[in-house]
């Protein structure tokens, strides 16, 4: 690996239908915006491709994208990039969409931590690694139970993608895979330890994994509950969970048009965080439909953006951000919630947490004091937002024209001009400096900032203002 490059790992969590697809869609926009572009990935990178993202995500015909089913999650479902700029500086970055979900029930988060220990102290003997390769030259790497194990005695049934895609496999399905795709086994097989397996669970399918587990289950001693249980509460969300164990990064993502706020979730993830052991990752709060607050100041950001032509992209998108969170603060602190209106500085204030109660502003300190940063900032309530909190809206367009939800499809964005209907997908898939990338701009400038790797050009010219948020101190 380049010596100049860096490896971001981003969980983005959430209830169905707050926007977690589209703020990943965002992200990557970002990222152009930026400056940096795709590299060629190797044949045996264990992701999808950021290209994959955009073809599983979005329906060609309609031009929206499609919602985000529970599904069964394995290194496929991550969609990640090799990303240069011109500086020379390299990105890793791979993304995981995580469904809220996983961390709901807090018995079952202690009981993973506990599988996870069991897992880690079983020494070579008990699983062994088998590989196969197509004739493309793809590879799949299994975990089977025991040196002998044998494929083959399981009848070839063949599952449709659907099927697949919702639940893990059985050995009859992974077996007709390999034959359908012309895999055969290639090399010795490899006897390996339980911390083998899950420091390298991003290589590995998934569902063998589970399969091995379970059949070896009697020899996992010490676990305080039966296998039902493990399969009823842990083990649908284990991959998920072993993710975050890794991730440098964490977004909490919280619509700002639903009724429940991202305090509920900011508590169920300091749960998790509280068990957690080793370098905790950063944290950040999302407010997705941001555009829902603008309404009518719109059109003064629009002027405002005019006035800034000549200077650099980022630094005009950043100022107008900036403004933005200038006039939101104070809103936030009145009665009424001033121009943004008492029902939702409500929503937002209560996401991030003021006073005692669990929120976003705990969740924070949890991650700062694990890796030893100051949290006197996000211990303080004087401010209403705490840093590291964003307000993002995808249907915003370059020129800050705001797209409206087509009323025949919530799921994609239009604009009516008078003279034209032009889609927001299409235009920023056309050219991807047409996303304005509002919030999700400055977001991505705080992930690289607390992974020491944001540009030194934008690091330079970053307001005041929009400095709070990047802060630690």
């Known amino acids: 690996m380049n010596p100049l490059s860096k490896q971001l790992s981003i969980a983005v969590i959430g209830a169905p239908s707050c926007g977690k697809s589209y703020l990943l869609f965002d992200l990557i926009h970002a990222f152009h915006v930026l400056g940096y572009r795709p590299k060629e990935l190797p044949l045996d990178y264990p992701y999808s ?46 993304f995981l969409n995580i469904p809220g979900e996983a961390f709901k029930n807090l018995e079952a988060i202690k009981n993973f931590f506990v599988l996870k220990d069991r897992i880690e102290h079983i020494k070579p003997g008990l699983f062994w690694l088998v590989r196969y390769e197509a004739p493309s030259g793809h590879e799949l790497k299994l975990i089977v139970p025991s040196q002998g194990f044998n494929l083959d005695s399981y009848p070839a049934v063949s599952i449709n993608s659907w099927a697949r895609h919702v639940d893990y496999m059985q050995w009859e399905y992974i077996s007709a895979l390999i034959s359908t795709g012309d895999y055969h086994e290639q090399g010795r097989r490899k006897s390996v330890s339980g911390k083998y397996i899950l420091s390298h669970l991003n290589e590995l399918m998934t569902d063998s994994v589970l399969l091995s587990l379970k059949a070896v289950w009697p020899m996992i001693t010490g676990l305080p509950e039966d296998l039902d249980y493990y399969e009823e509460n842990v083990l649908k969300h284990f991959y998920p969970l072993c993710y975050c164990q890794n991730a440098t990064d964490m977004i ?33 709060l999302a407010f997705r439909n941001a555009d829902m607050l603008l309404g009518e100041k719109a059109g003064d950001y629009k002027k405002a953006l005019a006035a800034t032509i000549g200077q ?43 006073g005692m109660g669990f929120a976003f502003r705990e969740l924070l300190n949890k991650s700062l004091v694990r890796n030893q940063r100051p949290a006197s900032i996000a211990a303080d309530t004087a401010k209403p937002l705490t840093p590291h909190v964003f307000f993002t809206a995808t249907p915003i367009d370059s020129g800050l024209a705001v797209y409206q939800n087509d009323p025949g499809d919530v799921t994609r964005f239009y604009l009516d001009n008078g003279k034209i209907i032009k889609s927001f997908v299409r235009e920023t898939s056309h050219d991807m400096a047409q996303h304005f990338c509002w919030g999700s701009l400055q977001l991505l400038i705080d992930i690289l900032t607390q992974n020491a790797c944001v540009p030194t050009n934008i690091k330079a010219d970053i307001p005041e203002t929009l400095n709070y948020f990047f802060s630690n101190q």
């Open 252 to 284: 909490i993502c919280d619509n700002l048009s639903a009724q429940e706020s991202a305090a509920v979730l900011s508590q169920e993830v300091g749960h998790y965080l509280d068990t957690f052991t080793g370098h905790a990752p950063n944290v950040y």
């Open 312 to 354: 650099g992209e980022v630094s005009r998108r950043n100022r107008i951000y900036t403004t933005f969170l200038a006039e939101l603060m104070p809103a936030l602190d009145a009665d009424d919630g001033g121009w943004i209106g008492k029902e939702k500085a409500e929503h937002i204030v209560l996401g991030v947490g003021r």
């Open 49 to 94: 491709s950021f290209g994959t993202f955009f073809y599983d995500t979005f329906n060609a015909d309609t031009g929206g994208m499609r919602g985000t089913e529970v599904y069964a999650c394995r290194p496929e479902n991550h969609y990640g990039a090799h990303l240069s700029n011109r500086r020379g500086r390299d990105l890793w970055v791979n």
